[in-house]
């Protein structure tokens, strides 16, 4: 032993052991059996199965359960679960006990099994189809009471009276099997068992069994009605229409935006005029003022030699005076004076004449200037009238044109004007040159016009007057055209700016009808050509369309459109064509209608899953849908409601009908019943008044045997036949006993009766007499 580590040691070594009381303690559960095995004939092995259980380690009360729950028979401490108690295929016991409040469970299961039985099953008896709305109910007997051994009944089904053509459709526990056809279809059947083991028995028949589905129009239009005005298209075709109402606000918002555009577009108007205009009257009073500048200054000038030259005058006289008085001093002093006097005179006639002209180029320019004024005038009435025309008139812009072409030819008129004046004051010049010539050639007449010299040099003094008042009109006249140059611009400016103003409004409209998720597209136009024949063509086209794309993919996602179309066409050749159409399609399912005409005819179509007529909304107005057109199969609550025009109530003249199947009864519109026309019941039976056939006539029973108060004819009962007339006593009938009766001639139970006489002709007569019955009187 090895020596102590430790402290630790040494307390493991002195600490006294303890040991714990085992406690072993289970619920144990046995089975005799864990199968019964059932043969073919039906006889369990073993017919009964035994659970035992037993607790280890303790004593106590043991209770049995079973799942699913079934009989057991429990006595000491054992359950017995008979054969005929197992009512599932598998079925688990479970034993449980308490032991000092713990709880112990065992558990067992058995099953049973079936032997396999590889006989096959009889063939089934007794098919029938019963035709119900949409549906064919099949129904037959039950199996042979000696066979046990069927799981389930196979049903094929073939459109035509072929089993080669045949499917199986559906399979049934039990005896009955209901076929969803469809109203109005036709079905041939055959069933047969199956067994336990798989293995498939005879078919019922070789030949099908017919079945027919009824067409139950009432019903498929009660469900159609239905579905119809529960609709939100029949919902929103009966709906009113909301009245729009507009704001105040909203309102006057329209009419600013709209009188801001007429008055932009006035203003431009106006603008474009008034400056048109003003410059008209600037260049004409430049034209005025420049000529009236220049005629002025020549009259200065001219009154200025004028005085200069009757200074020069008055002076030579006074010297030609001193010569004179010195006369005596100098002959050829006085004759150089009298020339220098001479020279004088000539200059002062020349200055003269000068003034007169340059006075009557001033009349000249003032009449020019008061021409231009009125012409300023004239192109004011213009201007006011091409303004008002443009505020009345939406061709506006047209006016406004044409006035700006007018002021346009007035300022060449202007113009024109302007260069006839500058020829006159040419002309004044060479006038001017031509006096002075004059006056160089006349100064041998000086002295006699120095006293006319005055005159002249007063009269271009009051011309320069004159002229000056000439030039300052022009000036005011040149300064009220920059006035007005300077309106028109503001005007121009005020109109440009009202027009901005329009455009950015027009600007944001458009930016946020940009911004809509849908789209409208409007397109009208109009068009000729000349290819041969003359053609006109006019077309309105007016879609709205919503379209969703992936926000990954970018690609479209769903979409759906609408689009209203009108298209006319007409020829000089004679063809005319016009279509109106209303077309839908959402997410790829596109359908509308159309009215097209042409060549004499017009045609009118829908393409539509349903489409129908129901009576208006309103008042008064009961609800009806007495007309309805399905082109698609659907289902409808269950019901299959198959393509088809469907109508409540029709009112037909004449009918061709090749193939028809009655819901109900038909009969002839003057049936009375017992009294006249006939009748067709649904159930087969049939009322006429009289029949002629020809041919076979098979059927079962026969009614209306009866002889008639009057007449004869052919009878035919359930227990009788007759033939003749029975009033006249002429007839003979065969009841169902055998019996014979007619006038002169009854068998009764085996007794012939004659009445009248027998009478043989050929061949021999053997009479046997009856032993217990007497014949007549006289008979041997």
Known sequence: MSALLGERDRLIMNTVPRYATPMDRALMLTAS?????????????????????????????????????????????????????MS???VTVTASTVIEGVTYHARQTVAKTQALDL????????????????????????????????????VWRAPTNNFAQAALVGRADGREYTDPVGPGAFRYYWIRYVSRAAIPGPYNASSGTVGASDVEVEHLLQVLTQQITESQ????????????????????????????????????????????TALLDAAKAEAAAGGASQYASQANQSATNASTSAGTASTSAGQSSQAATAAGDSAAAAESAASTAANAAGEAGASASAALISKNAAAGSVSAAGVQAAASTQSAIEAK??????????????????????SSTEAGTAASQAANSALLAAESRNAAGGSAAAAAGSAGTAGAKSTEAGQSAEAARVDRVAAQAAFSQAAGAAQAASGSAE????????????????????????????????????????????????????????????????????LVASYAAVSQQAIATATSLGQVQAKYAVRVDAGGVAGGFELIGGGGAIDFGVRATTFYVASPAGSGIASAVPFIVRT?????????????????????????????????????????????GWRLYRSGDMEINN????????????????????????????????????????????????????????????????SGELAGVIGTFSLVRSPTRAGPAGNA
């Open 33 to 85: 059996a864990t199968m019964f095995e059932v043969s073919a004939a039906g006889v369990p092995t073993p017919e009964t199965i035994t659970f035992s259980a037993l607790m280890l380690g303790a004593v106590g009360d043991i209770t049995f359960s079973s799942e699913p729950a079934v009989s057991m028979a429990v006595a000491n401490g054992n359950a017995v679960l008979n054969y005929a108690d």
């Open 88 to 90: 599932a295929s598998i």
């Open 119 to 154: 006989t096959p099953p009889p063939a089934p008896t007794g098919l029938a189809a019963t035709g119900h709305p949409a549906t064919i109910t099949l129904a037959w007997n039950a199996a042979p009471a000696n066979y046990s051994n069927l799981s389930h009944t196979e």
């Open 233 to 276: 298209l029949y919902a929103d075709l009966g709906a009113k229409i909301d009245l729009i109402e507009p704001t105040r606000d909203a309102v006057a918002d329209l009419e600013q935006v709209f009188g801001d555009t007429v008055a932009a577009a006035a203003s431009a108007a106006q603008a474009a005029q008034a400056a048109a």
């Open 385 to 406: 009238a091409a303004r008002d025309a443009a505020s009345e008139s939406a061709s506006a812009s047209l006016q406004s044109a044409g006035s700006a072409s007018a």
């Open 487 to 554: 309106t028109a611009d503001a005007r121009a400016t005020a109109a440009g700016q009202s027009a901005l103003a329009a455009s950015n409004a027009a600007t944001t409209a458009g930016t946020a009808a940009g911004q809509a998720g849908s789209y409208l597209q409007q397109v009208a136009q109009s068009a000729t050509n000349a290819d041969g024949s003359a053609q006109a063509a006019a077309s309105y086209l007016q879609q709205a369309q919503a379209v969703l794309a992936d926000p990954i993919t970018g």
């Open 632 to 676: 698609t199969e659907t289902i409808i609550g269950g019901v299959t409601i198959p393509i088809g025009m469907y109508v409540a109530d029709a009112f037909i003249q004449n009918a061709s009908i090749t193939n028809a199947k009655i819901g109900g009864d038909i009969w002839a519109s003057n049936f009375v019943a017992g009294q006249s």
């Open 691 to 754: 029949l002629r056939a020809r041919g076979a006539i098979a059927g079962g029973a026969f009614t209306g045997a009866d002889w008639p108060a009057a007449g004869g004819g052919f009878y035919l009962g359930p227990d009788v036949f007759r033939i003749g007339s029975q009033p006249s006593g002429k007839y003979f009938e065969v009841n169902s006993s055998g019996d014979v009766h007619s006038p002169q001639f009854n068998i009764d139970g085996g007794l012939a009766r004659f």
